[in-house]
């Protein structure tokens, strides 16, 4: 039987013993966000969570519910609808409202969700909390991480603060970086027979590179180094 890990599955004892002996909790920070045609639309915090779901059954811990509302840019139109994050990228073309994308939120809303999180989770008994995903929750979490340590008297773990051009999970937008871990962690939920067959046609709302060279196998990679680097931290922080 798999181990549970997810928060809301434990039993109240289990999320006790679970609790006494690493007091960690990983919170993926996702959104209901256009991610490709060959990806699953949850894919931010499908990663995240198949990531600290790894990590909380290594290291011990337990996987917080994911977040899926979150802040990024966002224009107005004077005749349709608000443009939201890849919307407006250079690889959406032309600029519309790209299919299936549902999660805007203002930033301060956002570090006000995440505050009431972070409440709650060191009422429950957490210490640590580590959180990553979509690209503009990292950033808007990196940037509090020092304030939100002395507010709530927790220790917070940040891809961006904490390991510079060393986190590996994540990295682009739908393309062979994210493409690939959804491959390891929900093989299901990726279709790439759905990308354009001509190697000149570029998909649709996708940075990085290519997603049609992306494999289960370097997925896996990625998370790997990933987890060598949590793994690592939270032995320095003694949790």
Known sequence: MTEKVRYEELLPHEF??????????????????????????????????????????????IVLPP????????????????????????????????????YWIPRGLFLMLVEAVLAQAR????????????????????????????QFGLALV????????QWRTQMDHAGRNETSIMMAVAPALVDLSQLPA????????????????STAEFGEELIEATLALIGTKLDELGV
């Open 67 to 102: 977040l899926w509302l979150g802040p990024d840019r966002i224009t107005g139109q004077e005749d349709g609808p608000d443009l939201v994050g890849m919307d407006t990228a250079d690889s959406t073309t032309p600029n519309r409202q790209l299919p299936g994308s549902c």
């Open 158 to 165: 940040s891809a961006m603060r904490d390991f510079p051009g």
């Open 123 to 150: 009422r429950a008994g957490f210490r640590c909390i580590v959180a990553d995903g979509h690209g503009p929750s990292r950033r808007a979490w990196a940037e509090m991480v020092d304030a939100w340590e002395k």
């Open 16 to 61: 006790e013993a679970r609790l006494a002996k690493r007091p960690v909790g990983y919170l993926p920070i996702g959104t209901l966000e256009w991610h490709g045609v060959q990806n699953a639309l949850g894919a931010d915090f499908l990663q995240a969570r198949g990531l600290f779901e790894q990590a909380a059954r290594r290291f011990g811990g």
């Open 198 to 213: 001509d190697r000149d046609v570029w998909p649709q709302g996708v940075g990085g590179e290519d997603p049609r060279d």
